[in-house]
């Protein structure tokens, strides 16, 4: 038994040294093959980060360099609003304010305030919105900021003006007064437009939140709203009035 076992051990030996050779070829082969996987599987990754990064780039909306946000508005434009309480129209007049004018103008021809939130309505004071709902839109907005134009209307009922922290601050929100608010001209609110149509929908957008949805620029208490969008407004302040669509319609 004991030289039979010795017999096979030694045949067995044998078998493994002449095989030897085709299995160091086939670990080679299995070895340059998952070099080859890993190399391609790199290259897709980095592939798949530049396709992202040149959309993102292609997107206007993702980036604020984009030669569609150089465009002008014409000197008097009408944009019709959309809300779950019902439309209302502004009209825009260049000459107050051409920078503002300009900026809210493309905001609203390449869609950033569509399916978006009515965040803060102080009862007889403003109505204010400019948030986008998609986080990466809104983040991408959150501090490019736009010169100042000089105040040449008053914050009247139903006249229109960005919101702001201080001299050249404004970026994409804006609001309407729900009354007079000369008190405002002297801070530097420059009115860039008018509700032409409608400022009874504007009167009825929800206000009991008042200023617990995020409040206004100076609050600081906006961040949710930037990092996590509509998701937390509606979860959080589900009674809040939307704004669905803003487009340009003719005069």
């Not at 980095?46 to 959309?55: D, I, K, P």
């Not at 809300?83 to 051409?98: C, N, Q, S, V, Y």
């Not at 704004?243 to 003719?250: Q, R, S, V």
Request: negative net charge; proline residues 4%.
């Amino acid at each position: 038994m004991k030289n039979y076992t010795v017999k096979i051990l030694q045949q067995s030996k044998r078998q493994f040294s002449w095989n030897m050779p085709y299995i160091c070829f086939i670990l080679s082969v299995q070895l340059e093959a998952m070099k080859v996987l890993w190399h391609y599987l790199l290259v897709g990754t980095f592939a798949l980060g530049a396709c992202t990064s040149q959309q993102n780039n292609n997107d206007p909306l993702l980036n604020a360099s984009h030669a569609e946000w150089e465009k002008n508005a014409p000197p008097i434009s009408w944009i019709n609003v959309k809300t779950t309480k019902g439309e209302f129209t502004i009209e825009l007049h260049r000459d107050w304010a051409p920078r503002g004018v300009d900026r809210f103008y493309n905001l609203v021809r390449l869609g950033f305030y569509d399916d978006s939130r009515f965040y803060r309505v102080r009862k007889d004071f403003i109505v204010q919105f400019g948030i986008a709902g998609k986080p990466s839109i809104a983040q991408t907005w959150e501090n490019v900021e736009l010169t100042d134009d000089p105040v040449k209307e008053s914050n009247k009922r139903g006249f229109i003006s960005f919101a702001m922290t201080g001299p050249d601050t404004r970026t994409t929100q804006v609001y309407i007064n729900l009354k007079d608010n000369e008190q405002l001209d002297a801070q530097g609110f420059a009115p860039i437009g008018y509700v032409k149509e409608g400022m009874e929908v504007v009167d009825a957008i929800y206000s009991e939140y008042d200023e617990a949805a995020g409040g206004g620029m100076r609050g600081g208490r906006q961040q949710k709203l930037f990092e996590l969008g509509n998701a937390y407004l509606d979860k959080e302040f589900p009674n809040l009035d939307h704004l669905i669509e803003a487009e340009i319609i003719k005069p």
